[in-house]
């Protein structure tokens, strides 16, 4: 199966999910969107009140934020892949539950990660981070990047953070210039034949830490 045909078929399935209790509350899910073959992958928290009503993520202040980071190392929301953790907006914006984030990484997130094989995923805030870098801090860690089974991970503060801190937004701003570089750095490292983002015990461990 193609990546693009893997990718349809997560977002039907995603469309009709039951499988944790935030299918109650959605209105629409967001499975995520972009092109198949993306060098870069974006994976925010969950959807809020924009993106829920028009079933595509980051389309709120936040995602209108996120053009405009891109655009500032000349690249377009078209060119990369942006999705986030889990696929339904929790209620009333509240965090996922570590059981909802479990379900949702297992039976969608992994998949689009294996379809896409990224070189360089851009995990947005502490709950995509903490799937690749369970023990880290985003404060300290912030616009590093870390090889996690032979890909190439960039912890960065979500855009919304930005705009509720404002002190914020010079940093994110300075973490996403050095994304034509990170791009770079990508494709310098040797990568392993089949890479998994997370798997197994080691996976259940890191969920469990939210």
């Not at 993520?57 to 655009?71: N, R, S």
């Not at 210039?177 to 259940?204: I, T």
């Given at each position: 199966m193609?990546?693009?045909?893997?990718?349809?078929?997560?977002?039907?399935?995603?469309?009709?999910?039951r499988?944790c209790?935030?299918?109650?509350s959605?209105k629409?899910?967001?499975?995520?969107?972009?092109?198949?073959?993306?060098?870069?992958?974006?994976?925010?928290?969950?959807?809020?009140?924009?993106?829920?009503?028009?079933?595509?993520?980051?389309?709120?202040?936040?995602?209108?934020f996120?053009?405009?980071?891109?655009?500032?190392v000349g690249?377009r929301?078209?060119?990369?892949?942006?999705?986030n953790?889990?696929?339904?907006r929790?209620?009333?914006?509240?965090?996922?539950?570590?059981e909802?984030?479990?379900v949702?990484?297992?039976n969608?997130?992994?998949?689009?990660i294996q379809?896409?094989?990224?070189?360089?995923?851009i995990t947005?805030?502490?709950?995509s981070?903490?799937?690749?870098?369970?023990?880290?801090?985003?404060?300290?860690?912030?616009?590093?990047?870390?090889?996690?089974?032979g890909?190439?991970?960039?912890?960065m503060y979500?855009p919304?953070a930005?705009?509720?801190?404002?002190?914020l937004?010079?940093?994110?701003?300075r973490?996403?210039?050095?994304l034509?570089?990170?791009?770079?750095?990508?494709?310098q490292?040797p990568?392993?034949?089949?890479?998994?983002?997370f798997?197994?015990?080691?996976?259940?461990?890191?969920l469990?830490l939210?």
């Amino acid at each position: 199966m193609s990546a693009k045909d893997e990718l349809e078929r997560i977002a039907k399935e995603v469309a009709q999910c039951r499988l944790c209790e935030l299918h109650h509350s959605r209105k629409r899910a967001v499975p995520g969107e972009g092109p198949p073959n993306a060098e870069i992958m974006f994976i925010g928290e969950g959807p809020g009140f924009h993106e829920n009503e028009q079933g595509r993520p980051f389309v709120g202040a936040a995602g209108k934020f996120l053009d405009e980071l891109l655009a500032k190392v000349g690249m377009r929301r078209e060119q990369v892949f942006i999705t986030n953790v889990v696929k339904c907006r929790p209620p009333s914006n509240r965090d996922p539950k570590p059981e909802e984030v479990e379900v949702c990484t297992k039976n969608y997130l992994e998949r689009q990660i294996q379809a896409i094989n990224p070189k360089v995923i851009i995990t947005l805030g502490r709950y995509s981070m903490g799937l690749f870098l369970p023990n880290a801090k985003i404060s300290e860690v912030h616009g590093q990047s870390f090889w996690v089974k032979g890909r190439l991970i960039v912890p960065m503060y979500h855009p919304a953070a930005g705009l509720h801190q404002l002190s914020l937004k010079p940093e994110i701003e300075r973490d996403f210039l050095r994304l034509p570089e990170l791009l770079e750095k990508s494709k310098q490292a040797p990568r392993e034949s089949s890479p998994s983002s997370f798997e197994g015990e080691k996976s259940a461990k890191q969920l469990s830490l939210f």
